[in-house]
């Protein structure tokens, strides 16, 4: 394993822990999934030069369009109120 | 003559090639690394806020600077897929350079939006991401 490797699991596994840790604070599953969909963006795009393969540049896009759905559901939400 | 002609250009060519793949993990290391500090900082900082300051409503100015980090990793790893595909490009590598492109700019224009929305929203006074 080497360290680009070790950096992105470290990343996913911040995604995860910060997104628990920000949805147990606000007290909303939305707003904890968009930080843990942010680091894992972030994760992804470390992947990127290691592994620049059209399901890396995928998983990228797919991860930046969930990020946007849930966000806009977000604002959405906090606009309702 | 002719022979060495041929010879100097392959030389000079590998040369070439060997400059541009050294930028290329240069510039490639620069992301990598403002990607992770990015996210450590933005860790950090959600853990402060949630643990010590206990105020969800800074959650936004948070998100918004990791994607700040997020949107100048992006810039630097187009620099690195631009640099590469100046040495005899092929198509499989301009057209991921094409997906990375459009990423980076869903990215940016997405963040912006959300920034100006935040700032509507929370009065947080940065100006939107360019």
Sequence with gaps: ?81 | LQRITVVDASVGEGLLREGVFLLVRVVEAGAAAILFCGAAVGFARFAWVALVRRDPAEFAAVRLDLGRFLVLGLEFQLAADLLRTAVAPSFDEIGKLAAVVAIRTALNFFLGREIREERSEVGHGEGPMR
């Design chain 1, 1 to 81: 394993m080497n360290a680009l490797t070790e950096a992105v699991l470290l990343v996913s596994a911040m995604g995860v822990l910060g997104g628990a840790l920000v949805a147990f604070v606000a007290r909303r599953v939305h707003t904890g999934l968009v930080t843990m969909l942010d680091l894992w963006t972030t994760a992804s795009l470390l992947r990127l030069p290691d592994d620049a393969s059209w399901s890396a540049i995928g998983t990228v896009a797919g991860l930046v369009a969930l990020r946007k759905v849930v966000a806009s559901v977000l604002v959405r939400r906090r606009r309702n109120g």
